[in-house]
Structures are given as structure tokens and as C-alpha cells.
């Protein structure tokens, strides 16, 4: 299965009476450009495209991500920052499940086709279609134990690794 294309996701819009507006086209194009392993809350994408010169509403931001996810192109993630994040649902073999330090919210991807297996082996078991298989793991990185996580740390402290990839608070 191909990753869907904006006509393809116009198709499916417009067969559930739904249109593919400037707004979401917009939105989708942005989720297209993101480099692999960038994730973005509402917030930050509403962030980006005003960066962009888009004046795209956050509240049409909530809806259409919303709708893009249940439409399954975009995959809903809570990570530890307390608030969601959105990416690209891509298909299998390109499924990958989250560790995430629950301190710096540095996230990293990997993949392991056994997770999804024993799901599709559970949900078969149980007469459920799968619709998504996501682990995510919260951790703690090695440098936030090394500075005395979690006594010593404030709560806004980010280890070095996350502040050079930008995954800081």
C-alpha cells in the first residue's frame, strides 16, 4: 500500500461529501515536506504556516488534522509533552513505533515488524480489524540520569542531544 496522494485523499474527501480545501491542501503540503521523524502538534503547524505567510486559522487547523486523521493519512501520537502530535500514516513496511524521554521529549523512530505482527495476531484472535499499531516507549535519557533526574533537574531541563535536534521544551 502507497503512501495516499492529494488527489487520491481528494477522491476520498469528496466521496464522503467532504472537500479538499485551499486550507487542507496546505496543511497536507506541510505534513509532505516534514523531514522523516518530525512530528507537530496543531500549534506548531498553525506556527509554520503563519511562518509561511498562510492565514489558516488554528481552529481549522484542530478540524482538519482531526478529519485527516480519521481518514487514516495522518496518524495521531501522544508523546510526553501532554498534548497531541500529527505525522504522515505511512504504510507498511514504513510503520514505526516511538521511544520518547518522558524529560527532554527527544523522540526517536524505530521500527519491528513483531510488534504489528502480534497485534494483527491479537485483533485476528479477537474478531477486531487492526487500524493502527503504535508503541510508544517513555524513557528517560542517559544525560537526565546523569544529572540527577529527577531530583535535581528542573522541570524544563532538556539534556544536550534534544537542544541540537530541536526537540527541546
Known amino acids: ?46 506556527n509554520l504556516l503563519e511562518e509561511q505567510g498562510e492565514n489558516i486559522s488554528l481552529s481549522t487547523i484542530y478540524r482538519s488534522v482531526k478529519l485527516m486523521t480519521k481518514m487514516r493519512v495522518l496518524r495521531e501520537l501522544e508523546l510526553a509533552e501532554g498534548h497531541k502530535h500529527y505525522e504522515l500514516n505511512h504504510p507498511y513496511p514504513h510503520h514505526h513505533h516511538h521511544i520518547v524521554c ?24 479477537e474478531d477486531f480489524q487492526l487500524i493502527d499499531c503504535q508503541l510508544t516507549v517513555m524513557t528517560i535519557c542517559q544525560e537526565a540520569l546523569e544529572m540527577g533526574w529527577p531530583s535535581t533537574l528542573p522541570s524544563d531541563w532538556c539534556c544536550s542531544r534534544a537542544i541540537a535536534e530541536g526537540h527541546h521544551k
Open 102 to 125: 518522558i524529560q527532554c521529549n527527544k523522540t526517536i523512530e524505530f521500527q519491528d515488524d513483531s510488534i504489528l505482527k502480534h497485534s494483527l495476531k491479537q485483533c485476528q484472535k
Open 1 to 46: 500500500m502507497a503512501l495516499d496522494t492529494t488527489a487520491s485523499i481528494k477522491k476520498k474527501l469528496n466521496s464522503r461529501g467532504w472537500r479538499m480545501t485551499p486550507q487542507r491542501e496546505k496543511i497536507l503540503e506541510v505534513f509532505y515536506n516534514l523531514p522523516q521523524g518530525n512530528h507537530l502538534s496543531a500549534e506548531e503547524l498553525h
